[in-house]
């Protein structure tokens, strides 16, 4: 199963402050728009999206159709694929993907231990 790159999707409580800290720890800025309140830094194959005021808690993500520098691949499994085969295996869905449609979709489920994990396919 291709989950996709992976990042973890930090709840922020000051997106200005986060972001100097984590430039500190060799981060930099790769998308995102932080007078919108979301960044995406990188630090070689560490990736964090810095986000205030979006999510509850932070989130596991994983993206389908893109490599560990964010950039699209095109050979990757679907998000609805993907949404798919882990029905078949039992996993319970938060959220699903829209299956009658292509291209950008997600779905989010939760782990045994409450930690959301949200699957994003942006291509």
């Keep these: ?7 973890v999707s930090l709840n922020v409580k000051d997106i200005k ?11 930099s ?8 309140n979301w960044l995406i830094m990188s630090n070689e194959q560490a990736t964090l999206g810095l986000f205030q005021g979006m999510f509850e808690r932070n989130i596991l993500t994983f993206n389908p159709g893109w490599d560990s520098n ?10 609805r694929k993907l949404q798919e ?9 938060d959220s699903e993907a829209d299956t009658t449609t ?11 231990d409450r930690n959301p994990i949200l699957v994003d396919q942006h291509i």
């Design 1 to 7: 199963m291709q989950l996709g790159k992976f990042s």
């Design 29 to 36: 800025v790769v998308g995102g728009e932080e007078k919108a």
């Design 70 to 79: 964010a950039e699209e691949v095109s050979d990757f499994t679907d998000v």
């Design 85 to 93: 085969q882990l029905k078949e295996n039992g996993v319970k869905f």
């Design 17 to 27: 402050e986060s972001k100097a800290f984590y430039e500190k720890l060799g981060f």
């Design 102 to 112: 292509q291209g950008p979709a997600s779905f989010m489920i939760t782990d045994p």
